[in-house]
């Protein structure tokens, strides 16, 4: 791994944290408020592909775990990790690898709507197929509750989906950095 | 600093941090083995007691666990109607003594023990080509680097606001994201300018001599 690796990741790990800076978002139609800060798990697959990106994740949930208040709300610390959400926040690890790896499959064609579906094949698909589980254990729900009660963050999901696809094609444009 | 330590010369807080990482991961895995509501219960007032032990103000604790909280009303409501109320009692009771043992080791241990912590406990995987002072180092640079990056979306919004763009999520994005990079070139050249080198790190199948 070259400096500038582990330059690209520490600073995607620096970026997802810094989005927890941003207040949540409450838009008229959906219920629970939107954070911003899974964009970055969607940015670090698109922009730094699927090692980087899924390490740069890893790094970020590290920090968490050890205390860093680094999620929306300045939550940080082993309870949020083994807490009921914990399953979301671990699942950006392999978000961020999928996204990474779907992007690169595609990277010599890649349009808006094939990024916007490896964002949300990674960055919500993913997501919830281990966040889910997770919360129906530690909470003793059955899945289908769990589902239902997180399903109302789906809309807001998609839509942070489409401005990560938006935001990373300006970026292959000017700044490419998969393939070299 | 960024940090959720709660400075403290208690026992708890004099404890080194491997044990208590050790402690931490123990207790939550025998949580699931060992079930019952007296048990958790018990175990509920033990860690109350290291609370007052370790002397911590119950607001910064209360602020810590609040989201994990509001949560725990609907999961106990679920069970009442769903299975019965004694399943109920349980479960709440095993996720607080889970998160309060998580909150204690985070607040009374600092953050430059636990990555020293993590970069000795990392050492075997040198065998598997990883070098635990890499990482070490990028967990300092992030660390170092989260506050600039909030500093540089600050004044970016600060510059779109001007333009009337304040709203436009992509016109936030984008300049962040290219500044951002072009920052990362300059750091990682300004690295190898100064001859940063961890030194490679084989892993054990490629054996010695081999890059």
Request: charged share 15%; net charge positive.
């Amino acid at each position: 791994m070259s400096t500038r690796d582990m330059v690209l990741i520490a600073l995607f790990a620096a970026i997802t944290a810094a989005f927890a800076v941003f207040p949540p978002v409450q838009i008229p139609v959906v219920p629970a408020p939107i954070v911003v800060q899974n964009i970055g798990v969607m940015l670090a697959g698109a922009i730094l592909g699927a090692r980087r990106g899924g390490l740069a994740l890893l790094l970020f949930v590290v920090l968490v775990a050890l205390g860093m208040p680094l999620l929306t709300g300045w939550r940080g610390g082993f309870g949020v990790i083994l807490g009921p959400t914990g399953g979301f926040v671990l699942s950006w690890i392999p978000a961020a690898f999928v996204v990474g790896a779907m992007v690169e499959k595609l990277w010599s064609r890649l349009n808006f709507w094939n990024l916007l579906l490896c964002n949300v094949v990674g960055g919500i698909v993913v997501v919830y197929a281990l966040g889910i589980p997770w919360l129906a254990a530690v909470a003793g729900l059955e899945l289908g509750q769990a589902l239902a009660g997180s399903a109302v963050f789906i809309p807001g999901d998609v839509v942070k989906a489409v401005i990560a696809s938006l935001a990373a094609l300006v970026v292959k444009r000017s700044y490419p950095l998969i393939g070299r | 600093m960024l940090s959720l330590y709660v400075p403290g010369h208690s026992p708890v807080h004099r404890l080194p941090a491997g044990v208590k990482l050790l402690v931490l991961a123990a207790g939550s895995a025998a949580l699931f083995v060992v079930p019952g509501v007296a048990v958790h219960a018990g175990e509920l007032l033990a860690i109350l007691v290291l609370f007052h032990v370790a002397g911590l103000p119950w607001r910064e604790v209360l602020d810590q666990l609040r989201p994990a909280l509001i949560l725990l009303v609907p999961i106990f409501l679920f069970h009442v109607f769903a299975t019965d109320w004694v399943l109920g009692l349980e479960t709440v009771l095993r996720i607080l003594v889970l998160l309060f043992l998580a909150v204690i080791v985070t607040l009374t241990t600092r953050l430059s023990d636990m990555i020293e912590v993590l970069e000795k406990a990392m050492r075997p995987l040198r065998l598997a080509g990883i070098n635990p002072s890499k990482v070490g180092m990028m967990l300092s640079m992030v660390i170092r680097l989260i506050p600039l990056m909030m500093r540089e979306a600050g004044e970016i919004l600060e510059a779109q606001r001007a333009r009337g763009l304040d709203r436009n999520a992509i016109a936030l994005l984008v300049p962040l994201l290219i500044k951002a990079l072009k920052m990362a070139d300059d750091l990682s050249d300004a690295m190898d300018a100064r001859g940063y080198d961890p030194g490679a790190v084989t892993p054990f199948w490629r054996g010695k001599g081999t890059p």
